[in-house]
């Protein structure tokens, strides 16, 4: 039974679903040697924001294949590190975008009503309206920077209290920011113009300190700014200075540079500043949601199915999943034959996806084939994560391509491999809707079921030569589950397929060689 390592707090819920199929051990507040000392016992490790998967401990997890995020954020995961070993690293990309919004809008309130100070004044006794008179937000501008899950949910709920919206997302279109209510500016004019900003965007190079000194300067002075995404976005330094000059009035603060908050300037700040313990995603609805999307995923990876919400396999989102589960595995069974066919190192992969097939996105059945074409070298070793890389590195080039006008089945493959060797082509469709079919071989048409031990001969189609093969394999106690011949002319060259109970033993290829009419002979194993 699989092993899963449950290393920060997660709900119930997702340790039932892991339970199903792996012995779950749940430790959480490990120490990073800790980590590394037992990770190499575990296939699949999950965790929160509060676990940080280094370099070190990805190389020390010889057995992992999944890591789990119950959140959004994977910036706690070395993702690049996972990616090389083939580990895929998974998500809860929407389970608590909810969440998180709201805990923007209820910081942005508690600010404009000083509702934590009010709280806190009455609690010790007072009772001091004067100095917890507050503003309104509405009719107010808010700048949302970020206009992703998070960020639109906030606009929706803002423009529904009467805010005023603007954004400032690069990667998001004028149509779509309007669709949601929401002029789109430049990062400067926001934030001149906003009278609160919050913050909806992943760590990355380019938004870490996004929010420094400069641009502090460039806000109204009495501006409040809400960061709900990710420590380090906002210069920490920046800020508890220009709240303490009185440069803006206002900040709530969820995340920081570094987690848990050590010693921080923005603990002496007085009521300006609200700071909350990375509280975005902490409702119960939304822990129950990412445990169960990141436990599900979990538990199908070890499964041997695709995740639906991998970081580091592109362009497998749910629905696409769904809709091409069937079809990368024909492409990973094509990937397979075609690789044995080419023999050797394969340079030139060719994937062609034809008829209805051919309006579909093709990245994830690039990657089956390349995984399917990979899998005679490395096995188990390559996988969906990376199996561009591995195919990269290798010098393997692909070309895709696509024929919407080939309709002799509904959607079919083709794959075509060029090595040292020579060149080997495949074609295969799905029948109903999961059933393998090989509908050509090197240009023969066949039509067969993929087996698991195949023989393949390139032959003169003339009598006689069924019945030798047929002894040939008898005689090394071979049995023949099925066969067909391929032919384009009759006593033309044509293609032999077989479909063999055991595996071919060793040296029987060049006996079938030298059966008379044989030119060639491939056996496959899949
Ligand atoms: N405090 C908490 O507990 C939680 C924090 N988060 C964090 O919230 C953030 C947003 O999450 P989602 O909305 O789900 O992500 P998302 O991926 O749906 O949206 C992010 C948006 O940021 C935009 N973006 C990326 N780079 C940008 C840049 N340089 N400048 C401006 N915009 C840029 C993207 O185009 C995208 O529209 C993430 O950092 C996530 O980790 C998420 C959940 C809970
Ligand atoms: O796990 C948590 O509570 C933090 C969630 C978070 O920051 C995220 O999902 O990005």
Same mark, same amino acid.
């Given at each position: 039974m699989s092993k899963v390592l449950v290393s920060d707090p997660i709900d119930q819920a997702g340790i039932d679903i892991l339970s199903q199929v792996a012995t779950v051990d749940v430790k959480t507040n490990l120490k990073p040697e800790e980590l590394i000392s037992i990770i190499g016992e575990y296939d699949a490790l999950m965790i929160r924001s509060g676990t940080r998967v280094t370099q070190e401990i990805i190389e020390a997890g010889t057995n992992l294949k999944i890591i789990g995020r119950a959140g959004v954020g994977v910036d706690n995961v070395h993702v690049p590190t996972a990616t090389r070993h083939g580990i895929v690293v998974v998500n809860s990309p929407e389970g608590n975008t909810i969440a998180a919004a709201e805990h923007a809008i209820a910081m942005m309130l508690a600010l404009s009503r000083h509702i934590p100070d009010a709280n806190a004044s009455v609690k010790r006794g007072e009772w001091d309206r004067k100095t917890f008179v507050g503003t309104e937000v509405y009719k107010k501008t808010l700048g949302i920077v970020g206009l992703g899950k998070i960020g639109s949910h906030v606009a929706a709920v803002a423009k529904a209290m009467g805010m005023k919206l603007l954004a400032f997302d690069p990667f998001i279109s004028t149509e779509r920011a309007e669709q949601i209510g929401c002029q789109l500016v430049d990062m400067d004019l926001l934030a001149q113009q906003a009278d609160y900003i919050t913050l909806h965007?992943?760590?990355t190079p380019e938004t870490t300190h996004l929010i420094n000194a400069e641009l502090l300067a460039k806000m109204k002075p009495?501006?409040?700014?809400? +960061?709900?995404?990710?420590? %380090?976005i906002i210069d920490e330094d920046a800020l508890a200075n220009a709240l303490k000059s009185g440069q803006i009035i206002g900040a709530a603060i969820d995340v920081f540079e570094s987690e848990p908050l050590g010693e921080s300037k923005l603990r002496d700040i007085g009521k300006e500043i609200i700071l909350t313990p990375h509280l975005?995603?902490?409702?119960?609805?939304?822990?129950v949601n990412v445990a169960i999307d990141v436990a599900e995923q979990i538990r199908d990876v070890l499964l041997g199915l695709p995740a639906r919400s991998a970081v580091n396999i592109p362009g497998l989102g749910p629905d696409v999943l769904e809709e091409l589960k069937p079809y990368m595995q024909l492409a990973e069974t094509l990937g397979k034959l075609v690789g044995q066919l080419a023999g050797g190192r394969v340079e030139l992969l060719n994937i062609r996806l034809q008829g209805e097939l051919a309006t579909n996105t093709s990245q994830p059945l690039v990657i089956a084939s390349l995984k399917g074409l990979l899998h005679q070298a490395l096995r188990e070793r390559v996988n969906y994560v990376n199996a561009s890389i591995e195919a990269k590195e290798r010098g393997i080039r692909v070309i895709e391509t696509r024929d919407a006008s080939i309709r002799d089945y509904s959607g079919s493959l083709h794959l075509e491999a060029?090595?040292?060797?020579?060149t080997h082509a495949v074609t295969g469709v799905l029948l109903g809707d999961s059933e393998i079919h090989l509908t050509?071989?090197? %240009?023969?048409?066949? +039509?067969?079921?993929?087996s698991q031990h195949m023989l393949f001969t390139l032959h003169r189609d003339m009598p006689g030569i069924i019945g030798k093969l047929g002894s040939l394999l008898g005689s090394f106690n071979v049995n023949i589950a099925s066969m067909q011949v391929g032919r384009k002319i009759v006593r033309g060259d044509a293609v032999m397929t077989l479909s063999l109970d055991d595996p071919l033993p060793d040296g029987i290829l060049a006996e079938i060689i030298k059966v008379p009419g044989i030119r060639d002979a491939y056996t496959v194993t899949l």
């Amino acid at each position: 039974m699989s092993k899963v390592l449950v290393s920060d707090p997660i709900d119930q819920a997702g340790i039932d679903i892991l339970s199903q199929v792996a012995t779950v051990d749940v430790k959480t507040n490990l120490k990073p040697e800790e980590l590394i000392s037992i990770i190499g016992e575990y296939d699949a490790l999950m965790i929160r924001s509060g676990t940080r998967v280094t370099q070190e401990i990805i190389e020390a997890g010889t057995n992992l294949k999944i890591i789990g995020r119950a959140g959004v954020g994977v910036d706690n995961v070395h993702v690049p590190t996972a990616t090389r070993h083939g580990i895929v690293v998974v998500n809860s990309p929407e389970g608590n975008t909810i969440a998180a919004a709201e805990h923007a809008i209820a910081m942005m309130l508690a600010l404009s009503r000083h509702i934590p100070d009010a709280n806190a004044s009455v609690k010790r006794g007072e009772w001091d309206r004067k100095t917890f008179v507050g503003t309104e937000v509405y009719k107010k501008t808010l700048g949302i920077v970020g206009l992703g899950k998070i960020g639109s949910h906030v606009a929706a709920v803002a423009k529904a209290m009467g805010m005023k919206l603007l954004a400032f997302d690069p990667f998001i279109s004028t149509e779509r920011a309007e669709q949601i209510g929401c002029q789109l500016v430049d990062m400067d004019l926001l934030a001149q113009q906003a009278d609160y900003i919050t913050l909806h965007i992943p760590k990355t190079p380019e938004t870490t300190h996004l929010i420094n000194a400069e641009l502090l300067a460039k806000m109204k002075p009495n501006a409040r700014i809400i +960061n709900c995404a990710r420590g %380090g976005i906002i210069d920490e330094d920046a800020l508890a200075n220009a709240l303490k000059s009185g440069q803006i009035i206002g900040a709530a603060i969820d995340v920081f540079e570094s987690e848990p908050l050590g010693e921080s300037k923005l603990r002496d700040i007085g009521k300006e500043i609200i700071l909350t313990p990375h509280l975005g995603a902490s409702t119960a609805e939304a822990q129950v949601n990412v445990a169960i999307d990141v436990a599900e995923q979990i538990r199908d990876v070890l499964l041997g199915l695709p995740a639906r919400s991998a970081v580091n396999i592109p362009g497998l989102g749910p629905d696409v999943l769904e809709e091409l589960k069937p079809y990368m595995q024909l492409a990973e069974t094509l990937g397979k034959l075609v690789g044995q066919l080419a023999g050797g190192r394969v340079e030139l992969l060719n994937i062609r996806l034809q008829g209805e097939l051919a309006t579909n996105t093709s990245q994830p059945l690039v990657i089956a084939s390349l995984k399917g074409l990979l899998h005679q070298a490395l096995r188990e070793r390559v996988n969906y994560v990376n199996a561009s890389i591995e195919a990269k590195e290798r010098g393997i080039r692909v070309i895709e391509t696509r024929d919407a006008s080939i309709r002799d089945y509904s959607g079919s493959l083709h794959l075509e491999a060029t090595g040292n060797l020579g060149t080997h082509a495949v074609t295969g469709v799905l029948l109903g809707d999961s059933e393998i079919h090989l509908t050509n071989i090197d %240009g023969f048409p066949i +039509n067969v079921p993929p087996s698991q031990h195949m023989l393949f001969t390139l032959h003169r189609d003339m009598p006689g030569i069924i019945g030798k093969l047929g002894s040939l394999l008898g005689s090394f106690n071979v049995n023949i589950a099925s066969m067909q011949v391929g032919r384009k002319i009759v006593r033309g060259d044509a293609v032999m397929t077989l479909s063999l109970d055991d595996p071919l033993p060793d040296g029987i290829l060049a006996e079938i060689i030298k059966v008379p009419g044989i030119r060639d002979a491939y056996t496959v194993t899949l």
